[in-house]
């Protein structure tokens, strides 16, 4: 019998040529767009992903595929469990990451149960990263894609046995330019698209002025202090700052100063001279581990702390408990509450968990 796949198709080049490959590979495809935001009221077009022209775009290589194609709204629960969250962090003085929130609520968790509803074997997106059972242990491995430049495995540590269980990556395998190259000789609308920036909902980049616009609040002004609490300036919202950030801070000081960390009590940013940014370890919650049921003894393992930096090599501990410690060989800059850290084991993801 023939395996049904629901592809998630943000109209861009990614998806589409996912939608493309599970299509020759022979599964009975049908593509699907999530509407998760009014994103057509923005101009800047090129970096949403659920724009009217994203679903026309969507649409076309639907048809030209000769596969059905829908729109689900999925706005309510985005703005639940992805904007709030979002803004959430923000006013609680750490660093949010709406894309691993939006992969662990939106896309793998509600889409896989409207696939199950609709009697789909597999939901398909266009995440460069791999799926392989492994024998052995008898678990799902996610690992990092063919493509390392396009590795997007950091994002989506949060994904559990059974989602893993129900989900292609076709793209794993194959590199960016591989990718553009099929769109184009398909003749794809959107072959040449740019891929999208920044966060979806905010593509204007300023995290802040959409905080206020969506909130209808203001975030009071405040002191820049020393981290001796002397008095460097004041702040315009504490919601402005991020941990490691030095541009934009609006002060003329003797020597270059980066926020290290924000007293919401106070309403004071505190900032520090570079080397004060540096820590060798860190306590995560909510943590999701992949590979293995448990850590039983000090696992040594390469962790990443935000989702550009390199791996670096550390030793991680699950604690009485539940959380993990990860203890790094060398000090790492700007560990933010708040952001996910990751473990590998080469490039097989051991798990990840929630920075506090």
Known sequence: MTKKA?????????????????KEQGYDATGITLKLFDGEKDKSKEKTCCSLDD????????????IPYYVYNFKDSFRENVIQRFISAYENGTTPNPCIDCNRYIKFEKLIRRADELDFDYVVTGHYARIEYDEK??????????????????VLYSLSQAQLAKTLFPLGSMTKNETRQIAEQLG????????????????????????????????????FVDESGNVLGEHKGIIRYTVGQRKGLGLAL??????????????????????ALFSKELIAQDVNLISCDKIEKPMRIKAKVR??????????????????????????????????????????????????
């Open 6 to 22: 629901l592809i998630a198709m943000s109209g861009g080049v990614d998806s589409s040529v996912s939608a493309y490959l599970i």
């Open 55 to 66: 679903i026309d775009d969507a649409r076309s290589v639907c048809r030209k595929l000769g």
């Open 137 to 154: 242990s008898g678990r799902y491995l996610l690992k990092k894609s063919v493509d390392l430049s396009k590795d997007q495995s950091y």
């Open 188 to 223: 794809l609308v959107n072959a040449a698209k740019k891929d999208s920036q920044d966060i979806c909902f905010v593509p204007d980049g300023d995290y802040a002025g959409f905080i206020e616009r969506y909130t209808g609040k203001s975030y009071p002004n405040g002191a």
């Open 254 to 275: 003797p020597c270059p100063m980066y926020v290290k960390r924000k007293d919401l009590e106070r309403n004071e940013v505190v900032l520090c001279r570079n080397e």
């Open 307 to 356: 989702y550009n930096q390199s791996e670096q090599p550390a030793t991680a501990f699950e604690l009485p408990d539940g959380r993990l410690k990860v203890v790094f060989d060398e000090p790492q800059r700007a560990i933010s509450k708040g952001q996910a850290v990751v473990l590998y084991d080469g490039d097989i993801v051991v798990g990840g968990a929630t920075i506090v």
